[in-house]
């Protein structure tokens, strides 16, 4: 069985609202997600988040790894193995409108009204209890 890995990326305006971007297509689309996407071959994580907000929004991102879940609420016998990470983003944002909508930047209270993909409302009210 291979080990399916995604990474996650919690990117920090400077007032501290978390950005999501509304997915365009596959599962979850039309709803609100953090950004990120599996790995390649070979890559670091740390060089997939990098790739990801860079393709996903254009923007440039720095890494710091906040750690890892395991998230089973999919396919309990394969579950994803999550690799968290935070940072600010700088340079102009440029949407692949293949990937992303729009974006938006949510705090705590913003989140309850908003249709957010896969467990990424969860990861947010974890993430947000301990920023």
């Known amino acids: 069985m291979d080990t399916k890995v995604v990474t996650r990326v ?3 305006n400077e007032e501290g609202a978390v950005m999501l971007g509304k997915r ?3 599962a979850g689309a039309k709803q609100w997600a953090l950004i990120g996407g599996k790995p390649n071959e070979g890559e670091e994580l740390s060089e997939t988040v990098v790739r990801e ?5 254009g923007l440039d991102f720095e ?3 906040i750690g890892k879940i395991i998230d089973a609420s999919f396919d309990a016998d394969s579950p994803w193995h999550v690799y968290l990470f935070k940072g600010k983003a700088t340079g102009e944002l440029n949407l ?3 990937e992303i909508l729009e974006i938006i930047y949510v705090t705590k209270a913003d989140i309850d ?3 957010i993909a896969f467990n990424h409302k969860d990861l947010l009210l974890e993430f947000f209890g301990e920023s």
Not at 53 to 57: F, G, R
């Open 113 to 115: 009204g908003l249709d």
């Open 10 to 12: 919690f990117i920090e």
């Open 24 to 26: 365009t297509k596959g």
């Open 63 to 65: 890494p710091l790894y």
């Open 96 to 98: 692949d409108l293949d």
């Open 53 to 57: 907000v860079k393709e996903e929004t």
